[in-house]
């Protein structure tokens, strides 16, 4: 894990993987309009920053249980 987090951009898989939810959530979170979480298309990979994956883990964090992160 600890690799993971020196690194500037994470793929959908490692990003899944550090935030404990399925590959498809993460592609779902970053192909909608609004959606949680930027990426960043290279090739034909879709990668997201480590920065924007530690927001969100910051936000979700900072909320009362039971509540969810709007889109």
């Not at 959908?12 to 959530?25: G, Y």
């Not at 039971?66 to 889109?71: D, S």
Request: hydrophobic share 35%; aromatic share 6%.
């Amino acid at each position: 894990m600890q690799e993971l987090r020196s690194k500037q951009l994470v793929s959908v898989w490692e990003a899944a993987r550090l935030l404990s939810v399925s590959p498809w959530t993460i592609y779902s979170w970053t192909t909608r309009p609004g959606g949680r979480l930027r990426s960043h298309k290279l090739g034909r990979r879709r990668m997201i920053a480590m920065e924007d994956l530690e927001h969100l883990i910051e936000e979700t964090r900072q909320m009362p249980p039971g509540r969810e992160v709007q889109p």
